[in-house]
């Protein structure tokens, strides 16, 4: 007879087993010091030998060791410190990385202003300080995906960070955001050869790239109003997604922002393209190629705003590679922009379910006052065109008049008949179908209950109808018998 006992992890049989041509028994897999029995403690396996003094309890004890996440309120109050955490990394990126942008600005903007050159000292003490927030920046995002890490195994009870990170697109996801955060200008005037629109080679400073491609770091704008969003901070918001299996994620916060705010997102969207477009248009053309009208703020943002809106007069226009880089980008935002501007505005347009009962009632009774209206006319025009006839009158000009108007007046019936039934068939929605539905249901349930309620009482007349044939076999078999 065989009998398996499960403990923890060891499986006990009393069963002979062959391996190799060998016999063991199930308590030799416990005894035998030459099987390692392998477990899983920390994300790592484990050999475990059996010793000769080692009892098979004490094995199967060392071989099931409890996990700190087993506790439900470690776990809770855990998450709790990581959410807090996350949180406080983002605020000290948003601070690292406006500060390394704000230096940035003062110093390209001395140097436009030709108070200072690349060589002077103050520039060198700015791009200091830039390399050095660049550098705490780094060390931010770093800690912020530790974080994000360590969330994850607490949400998913994982004692290696090894099981939290897809490979590999964890690691390129952390390599974009470090490099996206460590570009900034050197403490140094690098200059490379560079080629005009024109076909002249000369050389040129690559600050200027660096300086636009720095403003990448403005996502950690939309970074920080995520993390401190309500809607991802509150536990009951978390709790229902995790019920519905709705990811609470940067996405579900920039949906919700757009369905309740979208005029503000748009706007503020539009205004932020605008500025930091036209700052990097006028960056391109003044060090690439200098001249009053393209160094000038405010034609720098005609000329974004005209490009942004798909315009294009063509009175100004880019003289660097770098500028047209910057235009070509800006159409593109633009169209998307603009797409999301035209959505909103549909949706804001479109009325709302009580606006359209309102409306449909409105047109409705107009429509059957117009059509009443019509069929007096009818009737009118008949009256007049018979009173006519019967005194045969000759006026054949009113008598076509009065026929047409008859006939206009039956169209106009019609027409309004027409549009009353096309009302009624775009009022009916998911809404009404479900009414609909649900009423027919209830139809059909009572017409059932009608139909058993029939079946008992035909039952019943048949089973009277039995008895009184049996006592009427029983009188006639009595009359005869006499």
């Known amino acids: 007879m065989e009998t398996t006992v499960f403990q923890g992890d060891v499986i006990q049989s009393e069963t002979d087993i062959d391996v190799n041509g060998s016999k063991m028994t199930g308590s030799s897999l416990v005894e035998d010091p030459g099987i390692p029995l392998v477990d899983r403690r920390n994300g790592k396996y484990n050999k475990y030998m059996a010793d000769d003094n080692t009892s098979q309890t004490d094995l199967v004890s060392t ?7 087993d506790n439900i309120s470690y776990r809770l109050s855990r998450r709790k410190n990581l959410i807090k955490r996350r949180r406080h990394v983002v605020s000290l990126e948003f601070i690292l990385a406006l500060i390394g942008i704000v230096f940035m600005l003062v110093e390209t903007e001395l140097f436009f202003q030709h108070v200072i050159t690349k060589e002077d000292a103050i520039s060198l003490v700015l791009k200091s300080c830039i390399s050095i927030s660049t550098v705490f920046l780094l060390m931010a995002v770093i800690a912020y995906h530790v974080t994000g890490i360590q969330l994850h195994m607490t949400d998913n009870s994982l004692e290696d960070w090894r099981l939290a990170v897809t490979f590999p697109w964890t690691y390129l996801k952390i390599g974009c955001e470090l490099l996206i955060c460590a570009i900034h200008p050197f403490p140094s005037s690098i200059t490379i050869p560079g080629l005009n629109p024109d076909g002249k080679t000369k050389m040129v400073s690559i600050d200027p790239i660096l300086s636009i491609l720095m403003l990448l770091r403005l996502y950690l704008v939309g970074k920080f109003m995520v993390v401190n969003s309500r809607l991802l ?39 932020a393209i605008l500025i930091v477009d036209t700052w990097a248009m006028r960056t391109c053309e003044v060090y690439y190629h200098p001249d009053e009208a393209h160094s000038s703020f405010f034609n720098a943002m005609w000329m974004i705003a005209i490009t ?11 003289n660097s590679y770098c500028g047209r880089f910057v235009a070509v980008t800006t159409g593109l935002m633009g169209v998307g922009t603009t797409a999301l501007l035209v959505a909103v505005l549909a949706s804001k347009l479109e009325q709302s379910r009580a606006e359209k009962y309102v409306h449909n009632f409105v047109s409705r009774a107009q429509l059957d006052k117009q059509r009443k209206h019509a069929a007096a006319d009818t009737i009118k025009y008949v009256i007049q065109l018979w009173r006519l006839r019967r005194q045969d009158a000759d006026d054949s000009r009113k008598r076509i008049r009065l026929h047409g108007k008859l006939l206009q007046a039956i169209a106009n019936m019609r027409d309004a008949k027409n549009e009353k039934a096309c009302i009624g068939e775009s009022a009916i929605g998911f809404i009404e179908v479900a009414k609909s539905v649900d009423e027919v249901f209830e139809t059909v349930e009572g017409i059932q209950e009608n139909q058993k309620g029939m079946k008992a009482k035909i039952n019943e007349m048949e089973s009277k109808m039995d008895d009184l044939a049996n006592k009427m076999d029983a009188v006639y078999h009595a009359i005869t018998h006499r």
Request: aromatic fraction near 10%; charge should be positive; glycine fraction near 8%.
């Open 233 to 271: 901070t509150d536990t009951a918001t978390q709790s229902l997604g995790a019920l519905n299996k709705v990811k609470i994620n940067t996405a579900f916060v920039f949906k919700a922002l757009m369905s309740s705010n979208p005029g503000t997102v748009l706007v503020s969207i539009m205004l």
């Open 63 to 69: 071989l099931t060791p409890a996990s700190k996440f």
């Open 308 to 318: 942004f809106l798909t315009v294009g007069y063509g009175d100004i226009y880019p």
